[in-house]
């Protein structure tokens, strides 16, 4: 395995940064999830948009521009020969002292993996997930905003740790009002009566490129009306259908939540079809490695 650095490729064993890295020593940095589908790169520009944005919202400044870190993603791929993959591309605050002012890190570190995607089992697409309500609560944004893709996931480590502990392979993350924001890798969506409703981003949740994804496919492709709007763990239960979204699972359908049957218990007919059509824009779309 090849992985970029900081400007060169070294092999899995010599890729290792400073113990005075903020990255390791405040979470202090942000980072991107990004797919390869058939030899092509899904949703690349958006991915390093949010990585900029991002990076400014916590004034980190990233010494290339957004053409050359594209180029970094795609070169990572180029070296490792990979046409299907999972990409993690980590920007961190770099060397500084064992304080926290982030003014004497002088140079941020970049950082580009690409290994192959460890596909979620079938049977989560073929019956849907169970899946629970948590008692963390997602972060408020009025301290971190949750669209801020920072390297710091205490706050959804924690509320993995209760869906582990419940059996289940993701959790729900409510906000500090008790309204749903999103899972703790994932956006969630329900559907009823045929509209498409989800949490809005200042509700706590993650600016997801699955989420924009799937919400055009619905208003164009589908002709479905797409709502984002506050909703509480009631709005769930009674949902016709539920479903997650993210780079790594896709888009994942939900039949049961804290111990409620959602719809008739099966995946839903609108989340088959989302499947459908978002894996028809992976066949067709990205840009080329
Ligand atoms: N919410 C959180 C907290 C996430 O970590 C992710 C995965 N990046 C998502 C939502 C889904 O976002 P995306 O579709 O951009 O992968």
């Known amino acids: 395995m090849k992985i970029y650095l900081d400007g060169k490729f070294v092999e899995k064993e010599d890729a290792k940064i400073s113990l005075f890295d903020h990255g390791l020593l405040y979470g202090d940095g942000v980072f991107e999830g990004i797919r390869a589908y058939h030899g092509r790169v899904f949703m690349l520009k958006e991915h390093i948009q949010r990585l900029f944005d991002s990076a400014r919202a916590i004034t980190l400044t990233i010494h290339h521009t957004k053409d050359e870190v594209e180029n970094i993603v795609l070169e990572t791929l180029r070296a490792n020969n990979l046409k299907d993959a999972y990409v993690r591309l980590v920007v961190t605050r770099g060397v500084g002292d064992l304080g926290l002012d982030p003014y004497k890190c002088p140079k941020a570190s970049v950082f580009c993996i690409a290994d192959k995607i460890k596909l979620y089992p079938e049977e989560f697409y073929k019956n849907g997930l169970e899946i629970v309500t948590v008692s963390t609560r997602r972060n408020i944004p009025q301290a971190i905003n949750p669209c801020i893709k920072s390297l710091n996931y205490l706050n959804n480590i924690l509320a993995k740790i209760e869906a582990v502990r419940a059996g289940v392979p993701e959790a729900i993350m409510l906000n500090a009002e008790g309204y749903v924001a999103e899972c703790t890798g994932d956006n969630i969506f329900i559907c009823k009566d045929n509209t498409i409703i989800t949490p809005p981003t200042w509700a706590g949740a993650l600016d997801g490129i699955t989420r924009r994804t799937v919400m055009e496919i619905a208003k164009s492709k589908m002709k479905l009306l797409v709502k984002e709007d506050l909703m509480t763990p ?30 008739n218990g099966r995946p839903g007919k609108i989340t088959a079809k989302l499947i459908k059509e978002f894996h028809e824009l992976t066949r067709t779309s990205g840009v080329p490695i």
């Open 234 to 263: 009631y709005h769930l239960y009674i949902a016709d259908e539920c479903f997650l979204t993210g780079t790594a699972a896709e888009v994942i359908p939900v039949t049961k939540i804290d111990s409620r049957v959602i719809g």
